[in-house]
């Protein structure tokens, strides 16, 4: 039963959300409002893997290698996946339950209400906005250095970073065109970055030496004194405790942050309704992501910091230079192009996704009816997708757009803690609704991995919480003006 019609706490009936993902799904007057059933458990595992292998790998291995954790990053994956797990079985057991658009939207909009569903949706469009935003300017980067390209067009110098907005339009086009589409050209990438990972793992560990993994995790010691106190984790702030780096505590800092590493694999939720047997693929889907991803991140990270001593690692593309430093030039440009192919895939999913929860929240009409208009040759929600592409394609251009992985980690986060409190709750309420895949040991394992994840947002800092609450307040208010009085449920009932 929803909630009255006035609440803010009204919930979707699951029923409605069934129908409105069935084959036989219109609106009155014949206009169809679902998506269309094209995918597998490969097809998702590629758009999962394709979103999952991108800038954290390439990028954050060094960063959080050389300042907070040296080759105990190793551990730091280790955790992020670890947690990562436990959110990724709460998910498999709603995504096949309620094989829908919109992922953590909407699960959340059919348990605990609609203010917490926009709250989530709003959320994720932050996470989806901004990292294809980021990577579309890394994939810039990369080119102008690969080819030489001017860098009054491409990489950060850029006055408009043409590089960024044109790979942007270009992928744009091939999500609107058609989900088998994106899913070829994703697959196909996913394979050339999967091969790569597997080569840095065999060629590198080749040029691993002990000396370079000693101490694995490095002492503890304080931060410089000039860092401001808006960097420091938020554990640290709200206990007193002194600013430190590297030791146990480096760990689950960086921790925190190479979960950005293995944000997007909730992506392949978002595709419930476009996948052929969701009660068998969405959980295959998600799960073979993560535990490819995981098993890749540990032993790329292990040989990194093998290679080369933590503190001589290069921020900005620390695979790629490590291979270098070993004279193995030739391997680091063959890296480089791995990266543009698994920033490429990335890109693409995390438009195709934008386009799945827009999609979704229009049609519930907390957004306008309009932009959940769907194509009626190509079958894709064109007119969110396209106002995702200007969105993104803007911010690319302009904005440059640094360390802004922190912002995306409690977005993420922040939806795994709803999804994990979904699956106790929705077991209560609706016992008798079929489940083809069941979270073990619950409420054991969803309450832990809600713990575990507000857990790891405590140690982001605290210029990423305010900021992240400067993007709720808008909302907020976006939510309470328009969305609340418009939405689907109020008009209905």
Not at 74 to 89: H, K, P, Q, T, Y
Not at 408 to 417: M, P
Not at 464 to 472: A, E, G, H, I, Q
Request: glycine share 10%.
């Amino acid at each position: 039963m929803s909630s009255p019609s006035n609440s803010v706490l009204r919930t979707k009936p699951v029923e409605d959300v069934l129908a409105q993902a069935d084959d036989a799904g219109t609106e009155a007057g014949g206009e169809v409002t679902h998506l269309r059933r094209r995918l597998g458990a490969v097809d998702l595992m590629g758009f999962g893997i394709g979103i999952v292998i991108g800038t954290g790998i390439f990028t954050l291995t060094g960063i959080e290698a050389k300042n907070h954790a040296g080759p105990g990053v190793v551990f730091s994956f280790a955790i992020a996946g670890l947690v990562s797990l436990l959110a990724a079985l709460c998910y498999a057991e709603m995504a096949a339950a309620v094989p829908t658009a919109g992922s953590a939207y909407t699960y959340a909009y059919a348990t605990i209400g609609e203010v917490f569903a926009w709250i989530i949706g709003w959320d994720l469009i932050l996470e989806f906005a901004l990292g294809a935003a980021v990577v579309a300017r890394g994939w810039s980067g990369y080119m102008q250095e690969l080819f030489g390209l001017p860098t009054g067009l491409f990489g950060e110098k850029a006055p408009v970073n043409v590089g960024a907005v044109a790979i942007v339009l270009v992928l744009g086009v091939v999500a609107i065109i058609g989900i088998r589409e994106s899913a070829r050209v994703t697959n196909a990438l996913v394979a050339v970055k999967v091969a790569i990972c597997v080569f840095v793992i065999v060629a590198g560990a080749f040029f691993v030496k002990a000396a370079n993994l000693t101490p694995f995790v490095p002492p503890s010691r304080p931060v410089a004194a000039n860092t401001s106190g808006l960097k420091q984790p938020l554990s640290q702030a709200v206990f007193g405790i002194e600013p430190t780096a590297f030791g146990f505590a480096g760990v689950l800092t960086a921790a925190a942050v190479v979960f950005f590493a293995y944000t997007g694999f909730e992506a392949v939720a978002n595709l419930g309704e476009e996948t052929r047997k969701p009660s068998r693929d969405l959980p295959l889907g998600l799960l073979g992501t993560l535990g490819i991803c995981t098993v890749l991140y540990i032993g790329v990270s292990l040989v990194i910091t093998g290679m080369v001593p933590f503190s001589q690692l290069n921020e900005g593309a620390p695979i790629a230079s490590a291979f270098e430093s070993v004279g193995a030039g030739w391997a680091a440009k063959l890296i480089s192009v791995a990266a543009v192919a698994g920033l490429t895939s990335v890109i693409l999913v995390d438009i195709v996704a934008m386009g799945r929860i827009g999609f979704s929240m229009g049609r519930d009409r907390l957004l306008p009816p309009a932009v959940a208009k769907i194509h009626p040759r190509w079958g894709t929600p064109y007119r969110i997708t396209m106002g995702t592409i200007v969105l993104v394609a803007l911010l690319a251009a302009l904005v440059p757009l640094k360390a802004l992985a922190d912002l995306v980690s409690i977005g993420t986060l922040f939806a795994f803690v709803v999804v994990s409190l979904a699956v106790p709750i929705l077991r209560r309420t609706r016992p008798d609704m079929k489940r083809p895949f069941r979270v073990p040991f619950n409420p054991v394992i969803p309450v832990l991995s809600a713990l575990a994840c507000l857990y790891l947002m405590t140690n982001l800092s605290l210029e990423t919480w305010s900021r992240f609450l400067v993007w709720m307040l808008v909302g907020f208010l976006v939510y309470f003006l328009y969305g609340r009085r418009n939405a689907r449920l109020a008009q209905r009932d």
